[in-house]
């Protein structure tokens, strides 16, 4: 399966499966951050080293939680904070191979302004 790490290694991730599509956000947390994000079942993608070697941060409406490594401060992911049955978690997918991301087809989402894909 596919590991990724932060760029000090505290921070570990298998992924469940391979991603087919990511999403590229120019929110404007996102287009600091980078990406692309790929999205999973939350619980499904295993995390080691979170929470003990990682920070969160939680902004706008408060209902998820932006995961970053507090050695190297990469960003992994964002979980939400009320996780429910069925809710995703989205995944840096920078912190993969980079064989990885090019096989991923990525779409550009409008998350600053009209919060739709601008590929439709």
């Known amino acids: 399966m596919h590991h990724g790490s932060c760029h000090c290694g505290a921070v570990r991730m298998k992924l469940p499966s391979t991603p087919v599509v990511g999403t590229d956000c120019n929110c404007s947390l996102c287009r600091r951050i980078g990406g692309p994000w790929v999205y999973f079942e939350f619980g499904t993608v295993e995390i080691e080293g979170h929470p003990a070697e990682t920070a969160a941060y939680v902004w706008g409406d408060k209902t998820l939680r932006t995961i970053h490594c507090k050695t190297c401060g990469c960003v992994t992911h964002w979980e939400p904070l009320d996780p429910t049955p069925g809710c995703k978690h989205g ?19 409008d998350g600053a302004d009209t919060w739709q894909f601008m590929d439709e």
């Open 91 to 109: 995944v840096n997918l920078g912190n993969f191979d980079p064989a990885l991301i090019a096989s991923v087809r990525v779409r550009k989402f």
